[in-house]
């Protein structure tokens, strides 16, 4: 399947810091990615939508100026995580569509998620 | 409001055994339908899907049923092996073009026993 890159798989900052996510789409273009927030034991809640060129949708109860979302090229999304807190500490994932003329398929691919911890 | 539930939290089967993982949904808008797999501290990994307008879609040991009319689905796992021990999410999605927001059930923990 279709490769999403995210880095760094493991981070621990201290409160107040700010940390960056990032998310590469390998082979092909991706418009549209997404970003996912995952409490332990619980489902992946949809926290954005990034898109190219344009300023990011956020899910309701979603801090934007918390979470900053950057989709600069068709092949990179970035999150930034300002000022975190020991409350942010969390698995955060994002996701890539693929265009519906790749492989004839239109599939969400996930990156391997980052573990945030903040101390 | 949780539009995708996995009711059941976790699942343990036999090798070789069947495993069924259900799922229902709320929104009748949902019209594309995924199942995941995941292992901690990783992204999820694309198992199967499902388009609306079949009840059914087959991929090696795995199977996927929809019944739309009573917004149910499941993911059956014939035979099941240790390997399949994981955590499964359904996802649900409407439609919209390219992209696929997806919304997520809470997940069945398969344990897979020899």
């Known amino acids: 399947g279709a490769v999403v890159s995210q880095h760094p798989s493991r981070v621990i900052c201290k409160s107040g810091t700010s940390v960056k996510i990032e998310c590469r789409s390998l082979?092909?273009?991706?418009?549209?990615m997404f970003w996912y927030r995952q409490f332990p034991k619980q489902s992946l809640m949809l926290m954005a939508t990034?898109?190219?060129?344009?300023?990011?949708?956020?899910e309701q109860g979603v801090e934007k100026d918390k979470f900053l979302i950057n989709h600069a090229s068709l092949t990179l999304s970035t999150l930034t995580v300002t000022s975190a807190h020991p409350e942010d500490s969390s698995f955060y994932i994002c996701s890539a569509s693929t265009p519906a003329y790749y492989k004839g398929n239109t599939e969400a691919f996930f990156g391997q998620g980052t573990r945030l911890t903040v101390v | 409001d949780q539009q995708v539930k996995q009711n059941s939290p976790s699942l343990s089967v036999q090798e070789g055994r069947i495993s069924i993982l259900n799922c229902d949904y709320t929104n009748s808008m949902f019209d594309y339908f995924l199942w995941y797999k995941k292992y901690p501290a990783e992204g999820p990994t694309f198992l199967i899907s499902?388009?609306?307008?079949?009840d059914k879609n087959e991929d090696g040991r795995f199977t996927v049923f929809l019944n739309k009319s009573a917004k149910h689905l499941s993911l059956h796992i014939v035979p099941s092996q240790p390997g399949d021990s994981a955590v499964y999410f359904c996802a649900a999605s409407v439609t919209t073009g390219t992209a696929s927001k997806l919304t997520f059930g809470t997940g069945t923990r398969l344990q897979v026993t020899l």
């Open positions: 082979d092909f273009q991706a418009t549209t």
């Open positions: 499902i388009s609306s307008i079949k």
């Open positions: 990034s898109n190219e060129g344009s300023k990011a949708t956020y």
